[in-house]
T-cell receptor, first 116, second 112 residues
Framework: GAGVSQSPSNKVTEKGKDVELRCDPI?????LYWYRQSLGQGLEFLIY????????KSGLPSDRFSAERTGGSVSTLTIQRTQQEDSAVYLC??????????????FGEGSRLTVL | AQSVTQLGSHVSVSEGALVLLRCNYS??????LFWYVQYPNQGLQLLLK??????LVKGINGFEAEFKKSETSFHLTKPSAHMSDAAEYFC??????????FGSGTRLQVQP
């Protein structure tokens, strides 16, 4: 597709359930990022993938959060045993190598997660 | 360490008035600085960026920002607000780390 695609766009789940959020980056983009946007907050960095390098997981808030990127393309963010404080919009972004270094990211529309 | 502070979570201006959204950064090395805009129910898109070339940067939709090292600022301005400018604006910094650090955002309202 032409842009970054995220699914689902909305997810409502019960506390304690696991959820998976998917991101399909722009074709050819080697870098992929996950951010979390909570109500009234800025964007919180979660994890960054660049090519075949080990991902930068320094932003993951707890071990309930994990992400993988298969084949250097699609990425899945998994949240286990969801808590109410996990409710947020999860944004995925991608970039090519050069643009990513200087911060020109292309964002998807986000996946809104609501934990009841 | 790198960080940005956006002063004012909400700014309201009249249509046709000057828009000024404030951003101050903290960085131990020369930064790259960015403004992103998020329209309702959409992802973020790049408005403009400073990458150590000209200190006055022009972006899309008539916005511009000036890098002032002495003030550690990168404020966003537009001479005349339009109703379509209503959105949330995020300042961001990158100092060579592998991910942008974003500010908390400023929601711009434009009154008719």
């Amino acid at each position: 597709g032409a842009g970054v695609s995220q699914s689902p766009s909305n997810k409502v789940t019960e506390k304690g359930k696991d959820v998976e959020l998917r991101c399909d980056p722009i074709s050819g983009h080697t870098a992929l990022y996950w951010y979390r946007q909570s109500l009234g907050q800025g964007l919180e960095f979660l994890i960054y993938f660049q090519g075949n390098s080990a991902p930068d997981k320094s932003g993951l808030p707890s071990d309930r959060f994990s992400a993988e990127r298969t084949g250097g393309s699609v990425s899945t963010l998994t949240i286990q045993r969801t808590q109410q404080e996990d409710s947020a919009v999860y944004l995925c972004a991608s970039s090519d190598s050069a643009s990513g270094i200087i911060g020109e990211l292309f964002f998807g529309e986000g996946s809104r997660l609501t934990v009841l | 360490a790198q960080s940005v502070t956006q002063l004012g979570s909400h700014v309201s201006v009249s249509e046709g008035a000057l828009v000024l959204l404030r951003c101050n950064y903290s960085s131990s090395v020369p930064p790259y600085l960015f403004w992103y805009v998020q329209y309702p129910n959409q992802g973020l898109q790049l408005l403009l960026k400073y990458t150590s070339a000209a200190t006055l940067v022009k972006g899309i939709n008539g916005f511009e920002a000036e890098f002032k090292k002495s003030e550690t600022s990168f404020h966003l301005t537009k001479p005349s607000a339009h109703m379509s400018d209503a959105a949330e604006y995020f300042c961001a910094v990158n100092t060579g780390r592998r991910a942008l650090t974003f500010g908390s955002g400023t929601r711009l309202q434009v009154q008719p």
